[in-house]
């Protein structure tokens, strides 16, 4: 109302009230003071007279002539693609509602239930706001008639307080004439207070300059701060609270580059300990070497054929006429060959076989 908010209460409602009060039941040798709702009427008019609440009007929006006449104008020029539409949305509109509808049914059911278990809070009911207007005729009516208090109550408590102020006030302004010893107290009490500021400060300005020095020695990567919540609005103690904090915000970057070389290193150095633990090792028994001895002698047989191939493939003839005597050459020569790689696989198994019983010895 006038740009404040006010508190009302409806005519009808606060007659209904007071019917039901106390004030509306006899006590021995006492008369009720309202036995009728007239008489709740004449009690209500000599408030209103004494200015504990007034009249007011509950004003509604309520369109103009010219915004009804715009309205009608455009629904003739609307063409019938619109009418269709609108009937189609009007469909929708209405299965929305049926759903919505649907849930909130579900949802006072929950509402129901929960209300009745034991030991739940019933929520607070909240008035309704809406724009009020004084009324010109102040008389108070038994009916749906809006009325605005006006009567506002100090409380209790904010007359205390404001009483301990008053008293402390005037107290302090008596300070020469008080005792010599509470005005030494009240000295000391002074002084303590001062220097316990003046650390606090001392404290904020410090924290500042060690932040700055740690962030400048390690360029800007690590972020120190010494009692970080003095300065934050936060309570007494848990402006103390923690200690300190720290931060690292360096570039990851680096940090997973270095990581990387390090794993190859680690890895490099695995196959290069394999590598050493067989060549230890070596070959179990003459088994295995006579399994070398013929390993080696295919690998030469394979090379030797590759050799013939690029050479026919040299020459230019894939396919080339050889005589008797060049053939009886090659086959010897690869005889030769055979009995030499024999030889060789036989002499290097003796001397295996010779280490182990060596060894064993």
Known sequence: MMGHRVDYFIASKAVDCLLDSKWA????????????????????????????FHRALKVMKMKYDKDIKKEKDKGKVESGKEEDKKSKKENIKDERTKKEKEKKKDGEKEESKKEETPGTPKKKETKKKFKLEPHDDQVFLDGNEVYVWIYDPVHFKTFVMGLILVIAVIAATLFPLWPAEMRVGVYYLSVGAGCFVASILLLAVARCILFLIIWLITGGRHHFWFLPNLTADVGFVDSFRPLYTHEYKGPKADSKKDEKPETKKHQKSDSE?????????????????????????????????????????????????????ELEQQTDGDCEEEAEAEAEAEEDSDRETAKCSHEKS
């Open 273 to 325: 300990e394999k590598e050493e633990e067989e060549a230890k090792a070596g070959p179990a028994g003459p088994g295995a070497e006579g399994s070398g001895g013929e390993r080696h002698s295919d690998t030469d047989s394979d090379r030797r054929e590759d050799e013939r191939s690029q050479h026919s493939s040299g020459n230019g003839n894939d396919f080339e006429m050889i005589t008797k005597e």
């Open 25 to 52: 039941k006899a006590k021995k040798g006492e008369e009720a003071l309202f036995t009728t709702r007239e008489s709740v009427v004449d009690y209500c008019n000599r408030l209103l007279k004494k200015q504990f």
